[in-house]
């Protein structure tokens, strides 16, 4: 390495601003360097000021981002290092690299469609016993996540377990050269990610690619494809390699396996086991068979160390969810895991959740670091007090003898039990409470004792889904157009307050509210993005000018009553200072608000008078942007917006913001998109054009719960009025879900279904208030039994069309007291 790559190598690497705590200090900032990334929609030079004036020194910064401007601006940091470079990503993968490249330890990588983050957690807790084991946290598989990873690699690790996810073509090789396994495992394949790709076999390859320099692959026989490829491809390029494959069908294969119930048996040149296996659905089986397979090709191991190491494996969960706490707490619940990587991302998330006014953690001893436990706590108390933590609590004997490192005001109990014990939990009040532990800490305990108790029906809103929504729409409209999100009703129904903060993080451009309260409650919620308040009653502008709330003006009354109010608010000793800023609808042809072309003289004339206020953006709305019969009017509204806009700006002599389109009309009519779009339904999981329906994913998932479930005979009736009268003897079981919750009535005698355990089961009789009969007679159902009314597995679209509705009524329909839940997936 050269001496620039060596002091590089020996700093902490950070490439998202966002990621440093507020009260991070100088000593922590100077031991970083930030990799400044430019991103298609983010700039991360634009941070390079803040963190210098946080106290970072070292940048890596690239040369196309390098503007006059800003060498003027690096140049005012003369005690700043800067690295120039083509491409700070390409740089962070090279140290990674070559950091890789001082390890003489086996290295195990894994790639496939899925399972991989499930192999990786379950081989770690697997083999603990034998290795020190640096892994990826949670799913940092990508072009970003495996450079961070790897370079966690310590001279304490004896073993490295790292996943590699690609969704395009010629990105594997460069995660090869960081990873460089010397074991590969192929989990398996399926069609994620199938559009990055030429075709299936390609994408085989491609995956391939992270083997080229391994001694063993790992794979299932039973995936005849990879089988092929590999026996084309790789052993082509690497003639030694040792292929460990396996079969559960017979195929030729190294190890034969065969599973009764949850039986297996496998036989190999290790020996022969019978194992009783923890988890026995498929994927669980094929992932269980792939640890298997790996540790007896690292060690020599006996039936018995095999089943108790196998006895001790607990489920994956990745998710780190958001619940509703007591006292009116917000609960992240992480309570799976602890280490250090994780522990960073938890407290970044925490710290961009800030919905209440104090921040708690609580943490377990961390496992399995391989540092010294000095270093280990100094840099655990250090990630704490950067991210501005109000309370520290640990538990573990291990935590509590380093409680030197932590502030004064941290409690430390020894075990979990004593903490619930002892602690006055009540003390915990209004804050935001990270719980995260190791699994033997058995924090699960702690978050039941923490959480406001859900029961019965809830509304779960994946946050990743919504991101990746958030990021298709904006790669549709390119970098030059802004993207204004509505958050109106509620967010359609997936909770204002979460989903703003969301935004907020991934830096959207402005947000839309139908009423000023729900304005005001996001900003009691921390969100400072600009707001644009759409139906603006006149008794609300104190309240707009409060809480710098911009409103749609529609009327020319309207226009009249906010310039009179803005004007007479503004006092003689304090005149505004800044433009006062509000939004101009036109109506194209919706005819509901908004001014019409020939009025455009009228407001230009009127404005004349008030230069103090300002028109922020115009805007128009598409009557029939989901509907190709609709295509020349909604190119007749386009036209007709153009024209007042341009009239508007001839006499306004300035330019406001121009936006027509929504959700629809970004997938339809990208050549309108102008210098912003509305975003509504497609973040929340509904591609209204349907012409890219797979595109964006669901969001909300509706649950309920198997109140009772009873026998009723052939000819009976079920529920009011006898309108459910049955054919066939069958098993009906009573939802805890009701049209007051959402379930539309329209759903009732069988025009709706539900998902029970894999099974879709018909609605019986009329939908009540409060409850919902279906039969579950093809369905294995028990009283208890979680039931998901839309979802993945039932979509929104479908339920609209049975219902004769829109899926926007749907979203919008689940009634407030539906409990949400959010959580993320991973990364
Ligand atoms: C709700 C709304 C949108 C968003 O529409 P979607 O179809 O949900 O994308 C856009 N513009 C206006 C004026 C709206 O009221």
């Known amino acids: 390495m050269t001496t620039q790559e060596l002091q590089l190598d020996n700093l902490q690497w950070i490439t998202d601003s966002r990621q440093v705590g507020e009260q991070a200090s100088a000593a922590q900032l100077g031991n970083t360097v930030f990799f400044a990334i430019q991103g298609e929609h983010h700039d ?76 990786k957690e379950w081989l770690a807790q697997l083999l603990a016993d034998d290795f020190v084991v640096a892994k990826s946290p949670k799913s940092y598989n990508s072009q970003l996540g495996v450079p961070l990873s790897v370079h966690q690699l310590n001279e304490s690790h004896t073993l490295g377990i790292f996943e590699a996810g690609i969704s395009k073509s010629h990105e594997m090789q460069a995660l090869e050269a960081i990873i460089r396994p010397t074991i590969g495992i192929f989990t398996n394949i399926g069609t994620a990610h199938d559009e990055g790709f030429r075709t299936h076999k390609q994408k085989i390859a491609e995956k391939l690619r992270l083997f080229i320099h391994s001694g063993t692959l790992v794979y299932c026989a039973d995936y005849t494809q990879i089988d092929e490829e590999v026996n084309m491809l790789l052993k082509a390029v690497n003639a030694h390699m040792r292929f460990i494959t396996w079969s559960l069908t017979g195929k030729s294969a190294v190890y034969q396996a065969t ?53 001790r494996l607990r489920p994956v969960s990745m998710r780190l969810e958001l619940k509703e706490g007591i006292n009116n707490c917000v609960l992240i619940d992480d309570s799976y895991n602890n280490d250090v990587a994780g522990l960073q991302l938890a407290l970044s998330f925490l710290h961009q959740q800030s919905t209440r006014k104090h921040r708690a953690v609580i943490l377990s001893d961390v496992l399995q670091s391989g540092q010294q436990e000095d270093d280990l706590y100094e840099q655990v108390a250090s990630l704490i007090g950067a991210n501005s933590v109000d309370q520290f609590i640990g538990i573990g004997p291990v935590v509590s003898r380093n409680r030197r490192f932590f502030a004064d005001n941290s409690v430390f109990f020894d075990t979990t039990d004593q903490f619930l014990t002892t602690f006055p939990v009540n003390n915990l009040r209004d804050s935001d409470i990270l719980v995260k532990g190791a699994r033997p800490f058995s924090f699960e305990r702690i978050v039941n004792r923490l959480q406001r108790k859900v029961h019965g029906t809830l509304l779960e809103i994946n946050l990743d889904a919504l991101t990746h929504n958030l990021n298709y729409y904006r790669e549709k409209v390119g970098s030059d157009t802004k993207i204004m999100v509505m958050v109106k009703a509620f967010a359609y129904g997936s909770g204002s307050a979460e989903v703003a903060q969301l935004l907020q993080f991934h830096r959207v451009d402005y947000l839309a509210v139908a009423y000023a309260d729900e304005g005001v409650s996001l900003r009691q919620n921390g969100i400072e993005l600009p707001i644009m308040v759409m139906n603006p009653a006149p008794e609300t502008f104190t309240t707009l000018l409060e809480y710098n709330l911009e409103p749609e003006i529609y009327s020319i009354r309207m226009l009249r009553e906010w310039a009179d109010f803005v004007t007479r608010s503004a006092q003689p000793e304090t005149p505004v200072s800044a433009p006062s800023l509000f939004h101009l609808k036109i109506d194209t042809g919706m ?47 386009y036209e007709t917006f153009l024209r007042a806009t341009a009239e508007l700006e001839a006499g306004l002599g300035y330019r406001p913001m121009r936006h027509l389109l929504n959700s629809a009309g970004i997938v339809r009519f990208s050549e309108y998109r102008l210098d912003m779009v509305r975003l509504g339904i497609g973040l929340y999981g509904v591609e209204s054009s349907q012409i890219e329906k797979d595109a964006v994913r669901p969001v909300g998932t509706l649950h309920t719960v198997i109140s009772q479930i009873k026998t009723v005979p052939a000819g009976e009736s079920v529920g009011y009025s006898r309108r459910g009268v049955l054919d066939h003897d069958a098993r009906i079981a009573t939802l805890a879900i009701g049209y007051a919750d959402g379930y539309d009535r329209r759903l009732g005698n069988g025009v709706g279904h539900v998902w029970v355990n894999g099974t879709r089961c018909p609605t019986v009789g009329s939908i009540c208030m409060d409850m919902t009969m279906i039969d579950v007679t093809k369905a294995s159902a028990a009283e208890g039994d979680d039931v998901i009314i839309f979802g993945n597995e039932i979509r929104i679209t479908e339920l609209a069309q049975q219902m004769g509705t829109i899926p926007y009524e749907i979203l919008t329909g689940v009634s407030e007291r539906v409990k949400r839940v959010f959580f993320k997936e991973g990364n």
Do not use: W
């Not at 470079?85 to 490249?101: G, K, P, V």
């Not at 020996?271 to 296996?277: D, E, H, P, S, V």
């Open 44 to 119: 991360a030079h634009d941070f390079i000021g803040e963190l210098y004036q946080k106290g970072s020194r070292h940048f890596v910064v690239e040369r196309a981002a390098l503007t006059p401007d800003r060498r003027v601006e690096f140049m005012a940091y003369p005690d700043a290092q800067f690295i120039e470079t083509d491409s700070s990503l390409q740089m962070l993968q090279m140290l990674a690299s070559e950091h890789r490249r001082q390890f003489r330890i086996p290295i195990i990588g894994i790639t496939g469609s899925n399972g991989k983050t499930i192999v």
């Open 259 to 311: 599973l009764q119930q949850d039986q297996l048996s496998i036989s190999g040149p290790s020996g022969n086991f019978t194992l009783k296996l923890p988890f026995t659905d498929p994927a669980s089986v094929e992932d269980l068979i792939h640890c298997i397979v790996t540790m007896l090709t690292l060690r020599v191991l006996d039936a018995d160390s095999l089943q108790s190491r196998l006895n």
């Open 591 to 637: 005819h509901r608000l908004g001014f019409l072309e020939s009025e455009i003289p009228i407001v230009v004339d009127y404005l004349k008078n008030y230069p103090h206020l300002q028109i922020a953006t115009v805007f128009s709305h598409l009557v029939g942007a989901d509907e190709a019969q609709f295509n020349s009017f909604s190119q007749h509204q």
